[in-house]
């Protein structure tokens, strides 16, 4: 293959996965040069990283998604939503000194992880591996900063908690209305902030669904499972959770 071609398929795999055209063809290299992939008849190894990375496709923002438009709940009011984001605690397994920057809410060590997902309960974005004490408004301005950024398509927002900051492309509910769909049991919306926050909370729930079934998919992260790992290796498992959840949900 020519230096030329392959430079054009990384190009194009790099769109898909939002990664420098250097950075990708680097990241291939290594993995032909540690015999952990290689080409084959059916794809080289740039198209098949693509592929499997572009199960973590961040948004395009091109169109509206089919949970929104197809319900006047949430039409128009919500049709430049994206997706949801929120935390999880996975356990993990460290040395009695790492321990109490582990230790957050829970009484057992763990690090948090931030992913968002789409309403087809596919993940678009996943942050793992940081401390369990880090509170998720943190995680989420690491997460707009870094190199490997979370990316909100213009004019489009995630859905957050009311714990996060108020900015572009992120929103949040109104803070001091009833938000919990438990909350709305007895007794319905009563003004017009109760009833973003009712809807708010029922598009933003898609989160927690596709925690709930990403955990019971794979007990390995579940916390109910005694860890045996550590954080770098429990990280690791965790991307790959959510990449396998995500095919599964293409199929």
């Known amino acids: 293959m020519s230096s030329c071609n392959k430079l054009s398929t990384n190009e194009k795999c ?53 949970e929104i438009i197809s319900s006047h709940r949430f039409y128009p009011h919500f049709k430049d939503c994206v997706g949801a984001i929120d935390g ?52 989420i301005k690491n997460a707009l900063a870094r190199v490997d950024k979370l990316i909100t398509p213009k004019g489009k927002f995630y859905l957050v908690d009311a714990g996060c900051m108020l900015r572009s492309g992120l929103l949040t509910p109104y803070r001091g209305v009833r938000y919990h769909l438990k909350e709305y049991s007895a007794r319905a919306p009563e003004n017009a902030q109760e009833l973003l926050n009712h809807r708010h909370a029922a598009l933003r729930n898609v989160i927690e669904r596709t925690f709930g079934v990403l955990k019971k998919r794979f007990p390995i992260i579940s ?9 770098k290796t429990v990280t690791e498992i965790v991307l790959a959770c959510c990449i396998l959840h995500s095919l599964l949900h293409t199929t």
């Open 223 to 231: 916390r109910a499972t005694e860890p045996h790992y550590h954080v």
């Open 14 to 66: 790099c769109d898909i996965i939002r990664m420098s055209p250097l950075a990708f063809a680097r990241f291939c290299e290594l993995l032909r040069d540690t015999d952990r992939l290689k080409d084959n008849k059916n794809a080289i190894v740039e198209e098949q990283v693509a592929k499997f990375y572009q199960f973590l496709r961040q948004p395009n923002g091109v169109e509206v998604p089919q």
């Open 88 to 139: 999880t605690h996975i356990r993990v397994k460290v040395s009695k000194d790492e321990a109490p920057r582990y230790r957050g809410r829970k009484d057992y060590t763990t690090q948090n992880v931030m992913a968002a997902c789409g309403f087809d309960m596919r993940f678009t974005y996943v942050l793992p591996g940081w401390e369990g004490t880090v509170s998720d408004s943190s995680i």
